[in-house]
Structure formats: C-alpha cells, structure tokens
C-alpha cells in the first residue's frame, strides 16, 4: 500500500485570468474556491477550481502568467489533464462543449470508459472522462450545470517520458504505486485501486523535444497524503532516492513538499488539510482576493498588479 492516495490538485499555466475564470466556472461549472496569488510571485493570480467543498482530488489551480510565451509540449512534461464527468452525462457533455464554442478534439474510449478530448481557450490539453468511480465530491448549487452533470474531480494527468524504466521504477519502488499495465502506448500507474483520481498516464517519447513551462502548459502534479507526518515518511523516501526534495513549505491551505521525478516531471506531496475553508467560510469561498497571513502587509501593493476578474454571468446568484 502506498502512502499516497491520489491526486491533491493539479497545476497550470494560462493566459488572461477573466478567460480562464468564464472557461472553468461559465461552461465547465466548477466554483472558484479561492482567488489568491502565486506566494513565489504575488504579482500573479493562482486560481483554484474545485467542488463545492473544494475536497482534494477535484482542484484544478492556475498561474495566469498573462505576459508570459506559449509552452512547449514534450518530455518531461504533463500533457494532458482528465476531469471525471459521472457515469452517463457523456452526451450532456459533448453537447454543452460544442454548443458553447469549445475546441473539442475527439471521441475516445479508454480502458472502457469515453472520453472527450479538448483543448482550453489557452492551449491546455484536457479531456472530460466519463466514470462509475466513486468519488469525494459535492455539487456545487450556484453551478450552471445540473447537479447530476457536474465535474466531480480530477480523473488524471498524461505525461510524456524520454524513456519509462527509471520513472516506472521510481513510481513503483519510492513512491508505492502500482503498473496497471499498457494500452494504446499509455502506461498507467495508480495508488489505492487506480481508479479515478488516483492514477497516472506514462508515453514514452523518445524523438520529442525537452518540455518547457508557459501558456497552455501544466505546470505540476500534486499528490495527496493525509498529514504531516505521513509527508515527512514519504519526503524521507524521496530523499533516500536521491531525488532532492524541497523543505515542507506552508502554504497554508495544506503543506507541499517538491521534487522532480526522475524524467523531469514536477511532482508535489500536498496534506489533504486544513483546507480552504481555514481563512473563509464556506459559502464565501473565492468571493475576496485571500492572501496568507505573511503576504497581507503587502497587500494594497499586490492588489495594485493584478487585472480585476469577476464572476462569470453563466453563475447562479
């Protein structure tokens, strides 16, 4: 058994912040839980998209880097992001996305589940993957999708490797997880069943080009684990395998540590507390820019850099 019991979040890199904000709340239907800024710079957005409660394993977070390049997609690199949809809302899906101006790629079947594959107003690759799984989730009632159709979490990440054998063995060996095997040249490794929200895809690409970070680009994957104690357990772990962990850092909302995994992609462990709800109620979440206590002096300064968003008008009051 590992550690490790799925996805915390995932990270992102996008463009204008307003586009991001009415592409994941106006036609995907998630709720903006927290509107801060990046803590290594606050001259930034860092949004973050969830359910209702914004448990770990549904929060899809971004740096709109608005001034920043295009990324480039290849090894070393997330390449593509999965949100599960519930069993059954495949069509309801496929309908809203095209009807809403959504670049829709394709129809896919994966390990016997459909899949729509899209690509945001950014660039970010996603799919929309249509699960039985059951999952800590709970709609959200101000969504303008219906309660039985909304996006109950993060289903996966897909990333590009130079070659597997040192990733896989990482993986398997440091952190815990399990090879499910291959299909289509996709190899899945998963903790707590591999189910949905608590795996990971590998492609080996050896003819691509080194990834790099920007626009349309995923920027890390975080891994849930349940306390301080289990991290430092699985932070040892890492270090042992000398992968150079980072220090814990606080981020207040939960705990991060930070390595690269031995092809290049930036993993992070994440605590599954205190959560979001530590510096706001419930029913208020992402309403008021929040900063963490050792960036509020500073924060008619920061509130100075970042361009005004508001709610998309699709929400419900």
Known sequence: MSDITGIHHITAICGNAQENLDFYTGLLGMRLVKKSVNQDDPGTYHLFYADADGHPGTDLTFFPFRNSAPGRLGHGLGVEIALA????????????????????ADQETRRGERAITLIDPHGQRLALVETADERLFRAWDKSPVPADQQIIGLHAVRAWEHELESTATFLTGVLGFTDYGEE????????????????????????????????????HVAWRVADDEVELRVRERIQQAHRRPTEVIDRFWFKSVYFLEPGGVLFELATDGPGFTADEELEHLGEQLVLPPWLEAHRREIEGMLPPISTPAEVRE
């Open 85 to 104: 949809i519930p069993s059954g809302s495949f069509d309801y899906w496929y309908t809203r996305l095209t009807q809403g101006g959504a670049n829709v």
């Open 184 to 219: 289509d040249g996709w190899h899945r490794y998963g903790v707590a069943g591999g189910g949905s929200g608590k795996h990971i895809e590998l492609r080996a690409m050896p003819d691509s080009v080194r990834g790099a970070w920007g626009i349309g680009t995923m920027h």
